[in-house]
């Protein structure tokens, strides 16, 4: 059985392999190890191998980890699931980035929320780029008016976008929305300063998202193992 460390290193390469396939510059897509489900070992083994930076869906599994690493100053925590309106405060509070907002309260909450001595709160808006009834999200014509909102608030600094597309055997289907999507990001990408990630692919679609142009990328099972 491999280790965590085999698992990781294993992830980075195939990483680079797809991001030099794509003919784009090395380091240019962002390895961001999704530990959800997993203990606190996990992600110290991760961590010692240089990960800095870990993803977390569930709000108080992920502030649980924060605050029994909180001596891991380096490391960047991320919330990647869903957000209900009463738990933005204890987010604001712990995470360093938000990938998943997806409606104007939530942002407004994230904002009101995050204390002055921290420093703004990273945030992508999620885009139910496929229309999926089981996904969260905005859809694309919404994304223009969630921009201007966030924009507009002090403690948020908007970075850009975040997708979970349809897990289609189609790979003419999945390149379609995957280009949708990089086309939007583009439109932002250009007359903002901050809007930088397109965090988009996981284990099963990592190549053909890095194709189209994600920044980061979210893997978890090909490094912690299955969940439990």
């Known amino acids: 059985m491999q280790t965590i460390a085999e698992r990781l290193n294993s992830a980075r390469q195939d990483v680079s392999l797809a991001t030099a396939s794509a003919n784009r510059p090395p380091n240019s897509v962002k390895l961001l190890a999704v530990s959800?489900?997993?203990?606190?070992?996990d992600i110290m083994a991760a961590y010692e191998e240089g990960q800095r930076t870990f993803g977390e869906n569930y709000i108080q599994e992920?502030?649980?980890?924060?605050?029994?690493?909180?001596?891991l100053i380096d490391v960047e925590w991320h919330m990647i699931g869903p957000i209900q309106s009463n738990k933005?405060?204890?987010v604001a509070e712990h995470f360093d980035w938000v990938q998943s907002v997806d409606r104007e309260k939530i942002a407004r909450r994230l904002n009101d929320q995050r204390p002055a001595n921290m420093a703004p709160l990273n945030v992508c808006i999620q885009?139910?780029?496929?229309?999926?009834?089981?996904?969260?999200?905005?859809?694309?014509?919404?994304?223009?008016?969630?921009?201007?909102?966030?924009s507009q608030q002090d403690k948020l600094c908007l970075r850009?976008?975040?997708?979970?597309p349809k897990a289609n055997p189609d790979s003419?289907?999945?390149?379609?929305?995957?280009?949708?999507?990089?086309?939007?990001?583009?439109?932002?990408?250009?007359?903002l300063t901050n809007f930088d990630t397109l965090s988009?692919?996981?284990?099963?679609?990592?190549?053909?998202?890095?194709?189209?142009g994600s920044?980061?990328?979210?893997?978890?099972?090909?490094i912690f193992g299955s969940r439990d």
Request: avoid cysteine.
């Open 127 to 150: 885009v139910n780029i496929d229309d999926e009834a089981s996904k969260s999200g905005v859809k694309p014509e919404e994304v223009d008016e969630l921009v201007r909102f966030i």
């Open 160 to 164: 850009g976008l975040m997708a979970i």
């Open 62 to 71: 992920g502030v649980d980890k924060i605050q029994q690493l909180s001596a």
């Open 200 to 212: 988009v692919g996981m284990s099963s679609d990592m190549q053909s998202a890095i194709a189209h």
């Open 215 to 222: 920044t980061m990328v979210r893997i978890g099972t090909a």
């Open 36 to 41: 959800k489900t997993k203990p606190v070992s």
């Open 172 to 191: 003419h289907e999945q390149a379609q929305s995957l280009s949708a999507l990089k086309e939007l990001f583009d439109r932002y990408h250009t007359n």
């Open 88 to 90: 933005t405060k204890v």
